[in-house]
């Protein structure tokens, strides 16, 4: 009731000062009314029995003074006077305190760090004016033959998801002038292009883009609808903020200037408002280009031709991610509902008779896809870019929230046993007349007095955390510079300090709750705990037990995974090899003539035995972005397959050791139209390798040309391309015969070495410098870093869960080695005694042995299927291991047996070695 | 932190400390009053042996509000100005009660001692 009345009294002074301070005026003008009515009457004259009134006051303002005083005072001070009186008994608690607080500053600081990430990276919504009316359409189902992202990935950064989110260019025109539901109906892709000799990132917006974000112009003005007149024109770009500052120096004469985007000269319009990202986390665009721009014509290579955007024409190229924004009082269901007919409508009636060739059910099944408007608030959260900081930052959550977990239960344990201790303090403050409220106050103070230094402690650590968390797979790309949140250390502190309060109190509640004659003649009898807060404790230790028990069976088939990963044979001889990429250079895409020229170059440096090269970095999992959708054999009923393509040097088979299983390579001048696939796409036809060879395939290509007629003319052995795990069919084709052909992309080169290659590393980047001083080269490394990068995420995985297993084993012997520590310091008169009537110390050590028996086997059990849970959530992430893996369990129930019996060895021993008649004299 | 005047005064005498809360709200337990009807109360009760002034009145007035034993009623004074009187709530009933009858135990008690000595 009085601490009702006083959490009121404070809530009013500190947000409702004024109202005390009127009901003050009141009181007082009151008073002198009254008073100096009552002078008047006496025969004072008004102006004399006011002044009279006044004086008598003695003092309005020091009145008020003492009222304020009073009513600030009360709560505060006692506050404050339980907190000193914590701090003073906790420090002369040293180990205890730095324990607690350490382990309390730890789980906070790690939480803090994976909460800002996770803000930043998962959660924050884009720095736009009402994100949340923002939706992105997407448009999952099958797609038109032909309509891919392309399968070469550095033809197009992969920035933005998967084909489900792409739309042709004549359906974003359609879709546009039809919509009602959105204020504007925005489209925008990505592109890389060659900046001095640097790979940028540019975007493709349409006129709509800037208005339906609601973005104002730092500098100029934006594009707008008068940009989007007449497709194949451009003639406007608009400078993202940072880009403008960087290159130009925030320079307000550059409008007006020309920059040229590969090879296109353009009037720099204005600049994005700062802060603008566009709409994936981590893209930091140089610029904003027209939609409507067409570069200067490339002789593309035919693999090539179908996915070259931007194209206005093709409704089998879907290129663009579409964005609009909700009028207002308009939901995503009603404007799902307004945008399907028509979307419907344009698939079957304009979309669909393109679809000639296609089975009857593919066709219906097309003609059915639905349109989904996804929450844009935080832009592209498909991107591909976001997936492996998003896989991650789940895992870490798990994990740091079980830290957390962790550290509150070992805290819990520890200040039940402070609670324990004091007791009899407690019951001698009770058994004089402290109310149950002053005592929950003064045991509160404690775990507060604990927290709020761990609180400070945890900023430093949560930075330290964040700062590692660069080694994190995903990180760096989706957050180059993320920073502590306020927010996010404002959930994770005040999750900590509430957790140590409930923590805090559940001692009190048993306490508060005994009477203080029995608490006392508890503390007569040298501090027996009640069986419920033995069996809190024992519960604490068991639990500690199970998920140390979790952690490290966890631990054991990570491990196991990883181990099984990087035993995995790539399929190719990467030894002495070092790789690097040859952005497109001079703005345009690379040239078939560039290629002999490196080659010729990097052929001629001394202690190298062989140069290939290939479209596909190998062995890179994020450029597994593109693929063919549909590959067909003629003559075959098989289904049609999705099929990786690369485009290679002929010799590139022979000098990564790859077996050639039928047919031919490659040879030095080829068609163009001949092609060699691998065993897996040999067996998904049910074909022998040398039966595929001389049979044609059936490829998507270009709108309004005819499929390419495609001849296989060998097979090789499979070989991982992207992801270790993973065997895709592939299909390769020759690049190099004609001179003079591009591929829209990037180059990835290979140099095999007859020395250490970390040697090689600086002479190829010299080599090239002296060939071309414009040419850019990126990714620069050894084969054998690209595949310890390559499984990062499992290494990661494995490594963060053999640390939090330590951690939490470490934590479970304190934990058991505290309880029984402690019981046996609390039954050390019983020991004694039967030590005296002559019980062997087989038997005493016994006791406790059974005690740590029963909690390490139910321990284990609660573990083992907390393990299996969390093995089965992480299916995605194992490799050649079940979740329930018996080598995993049991190595692990081996290493909890070992800590548990190392825990309890001390107390054991200190049991059979107590003196009985030490203990009996103390009776 | 308060500062107690002495004891000057032949008539006059400082209000034993922790009775001042005793004695307010047995003032308002008869009928609700402001905070000026409260102090000429008390020293009319006690013949001018007790006189409180403002800066002590209030703080306790505003402390035992705070403690949920008063509530304030706001009521229009003679000349139409909002006066806010002072009455006892349920819980302030209690107290009262309890503090009743560890103050006769007290007086009784000291009364022995000082009769028996």
Redesign the interface.
């Known amino acids: 009731?009085?601490l009702?009345?006083?959490i009121?009294?404070l809530v009013r002074w500190l947000f409702r000062r004024d109202e005390?301070e009127r009901?003050?005026d009141?009181?007082?003008?009151?008073?002198i009314?009254?008073?100096a009515?009552e002078k008047m009457r006496a025969g004072m004259s008004e102006k004399e029995a006011r002044r009279a009134a006044r004086i008598e006051?003695?003092?309005v303002e020091?009145?008020k003074d003492?009222?304020r005083?009073?009513?600030a005072l009360?709560p505060i001070e006692k506050l404050v006077s339980d907190l000193s009186y914590a701090f003073r008994t906790l420090s002369r608690q040293k180990t205890f305190t730095t324990v607690t607080v350490l382990t309390l500053a730890l789980g906070m600081g790690v939480n803090v760090a994976i909460l800002s990430l996770t803000e930043q990276v998962l959660l924050r919504p884009l720095p736009v004016p009402e994100p949340d009316r923002l939706v992105s359409l997407t448009s999952p189902g099958p797609v038109m033959v032909g309509m891919a992202s392309s399968p070469y990935p550095s033809a197009r950064p992969s920035l933005s998801g998967g084909p489900d989110t792409v739309f042709s260019y004549p359906m974003f025109r359609d879709l546009e002038r039809a919509q009602t539901p959105f204020t504007g109906l925005a489209a925008h892709t990505f592109f890389q292009y060659s900046d001095k000799a640097r790979l940028a990132t540019g975007v493709f917006v349409s006129g709509s883009y800037f208005s339906v974000l609601g973005l104002q112009p730092a500098l100029g003005r934006l594009l707008g609808p008068q940009d989007d007149a007449v497709d194949g024109e451009a003639e406007s770009i608009v400078l993202s903020h940072a880009y403008w500052q960087s290159e130009f120096g925030g320079d307000p004469a550059v409008v007006g200037r020309t920059l040229l985007v590969k090879n296109v000269p353009l009037t720099i319009v204005g600049v994005a408002p700062p802060g603008f990202n566009v709409m994936a986390v981590s893209a930091r665009p140089s610029v904003f280009v027209q939609i409507t721009i067409l570069f200067p014509d490339e002789k593309l290579h035919p693999f090539v031709q179908p996915v070259l955007v931007p194209n206005h024409d093709a409704r089998n190229n879907s290129w663009v991610h579409l964005l609009g924004r909700l009028k207002q009082a308009v939901t995503r269901e009603q404007a799902a509902a307004a945008m399907n007919p028509l979307y419907r409508a344009i698939l079957s009636e304009v979309e669909a008779p393109m679809l000639a060739a296609a089975y009857e059910p593919q066709r219906e099944a097309f003609r059915t896809r639905t349109l989904v408007l996804e929450p844009g608030a935080r832009g592209q959260t498909r991107s591909e870019i976001l997936s492996p900081a998003r896989n991650s930052l789940e895992l870490l959550l798990a994990v740091s929230g079980a830290v957390l977990l962790l550290c509150c239960a070992n805290v819990a344990g520890l200040l039940q046993l402070r609670a324990t201790a004091r007791s009899g303090e407690l019951a001698v403050r009770a058994s004089l007349g402290a109310t149950r409220m002053r005592l929950a106050s003064l045991l509160l103070a404690e775990p507060l007095a604990l927290a709020v230094p761990a609180a400070l402690l945890s900023l430093p650590i949560a930075w330290l955390a964040l700062r590692g968390a660069r080694i994190v797979p995903g990180i760096p790309a989706a957050a180059p510079d993320a920073t502590l949140s306020g927010a996010a250390a404002l959930v994770a502190i005040s999750v900590a300090l509430v957790t140590a309060l409930i923590v805090g109190l559940l001692p009190v509640r048993d306490l508060t709750r005994t009477k203080p004659g029995s608490a006392l003649q508890t503390y007569g009898a040298r501090h027996t705990t009640t069986k419920k807060v033995a069996r809190f404790r024992t519960a604490l230790a068991t639990a500690h037990v199970a998920l140390s028990m979790a952690l490290l069976a966890v631990m054991g088939i990570f491990t196991q995974s990883l181990a099984n990963i990087a035993r995995l044979d790539p399929g190719v001889n990467i030894d002495s090899v070092i790789m690097f990429q040859v952005p497109p250079p001079n703005g345009l895409s690379t040239h078939g003539d560039d290629i002999p020229r490196l080659t010729e170059a990097l052929e001629t440096m001394p202690g190298v035995s062989g140069v290939t090269w290939s479209m596909r970095p190998l062995l890179s999992p994020d450029a597994s972005g593109g693929r063919f959708p549909q590959l067909t054999l003629e003559g075959s009923d098989a289904e049609a397959v999705r099929t990786s393509a690369d485009i290679v040097s002929p010799n590139f088979f022979q000098t990564f050791g790859v077996e050639l299983l039928a047919g031919r390579e490659f040879m030095g001048t080829e068609r163009l139209e001949h092609v060699i696939v691998n065993r897996r796409l040999t067996e998904h036809f049910g074909l022998s390798p040398a039966e595929i060879v001389g049979r044609n395939v059936r490829l998507p290509a270009a709108a309004g040309s005819r499929p390419l007629p495609v001849q296989i003319v060998g097979v090789v052995e499979d070989m991982t391309y992207g992801k270790v795990t993973n065997i895709e069919p592939q299909m390769f084709n020759v690049g190099a015969a004609e001179a003079g052909l591009s591929y829209g992309g990037a180059t990835t080169f290979y140099v095999r070495a007859t020395r250490p290659p970390d040697d090689l590393l600086n002479a190829v980047r010299e080599t090239i410098a002296r060939l071309d001083t414009t040419m850019a080269i990126t990714n620069l490394r050894t084969m054998e870093q690209q595949i310890r990068e390559n499984i990062a995420p499992e290494r990661f995985v494995a490594g963060a869960s053999t640390a939090f297993a330590v951690l939490a084993t470490v934590l479970a012997g304190l934990g058991l080695y505290g309880v029984l520590a402690y019981s046996v310091a609390q039954r050390s008169r019983e020991i004694g005694l039967r030590v005296a009537l002559g019980a062997p110390l087989t038997r005493i050590r016994g006791m406790v042995l059974r005690q740590v028996t029963r909690m390490a086997v139910i321990g284990v059990v609660f573990g083992v299927v907390a393990a299996w849970f969390v093995g089965r959530a992480a299916r995605s992430l194992l490799f050649g291991v079940e979740a329930a893996d018996p080598l995993a369990i049991v190595a692990a129930a081996a290493v909890v047996a070992a800590v548990t019996l190392g825990a309890a060895y001390l107390p054991a021993r200190r049991a059979s070695r107590v003196d009985p008649m030490s203990v009996l004299r103390d009776e | 932190?308060t500062r107690q005047p002495k004891d000057s005064d032949a008539g006059k005498l400082n209000i034993p400390q922790g009775t001042l809360d005793l004695l307010i709200m047995t003032i308002v337990r008869r009928e609700p009053l402001?905070?000026?009807?409260i102090?000429q109360r008390l020293t009319a009760l006690t013949r001018g042996t007790f006189q409180i002034?403002?800066?002590?009145l209030?703080?306790?007035?505003?402390?035992l509000e705070?403690?949920?034993k008063l509530r304030?009623e706001e009521r229009p004074?003679?000349?139409n100005?909002?006066?806010?009187y002072y009455a006892l709530t349920a819980?302030g009933r209690k107290e009262l009660e309890q503090a009743e009858k560890r103050w006769e135990r007290v007086t009784a008690a000291i009364t022995a001692v000082l009769q028996g000595a």
């Open positions: 009731m009085t009702y009345y006083r009121r009294s005390i009901a003050l009141a009181d007082l003008e009151d008073s009314e009254r008073s009515a006051l003695g003092g020091q009145t003492r009222v005083e009073t009513l009360g | 932190m402001h905070g000026y009807g102090a002034n403002p800066g002590s209030f703080p306790a007035l505003y402390a705070r403690d949920g304030v004074s003679e000349n100005r909002p006066a806010r819980f």
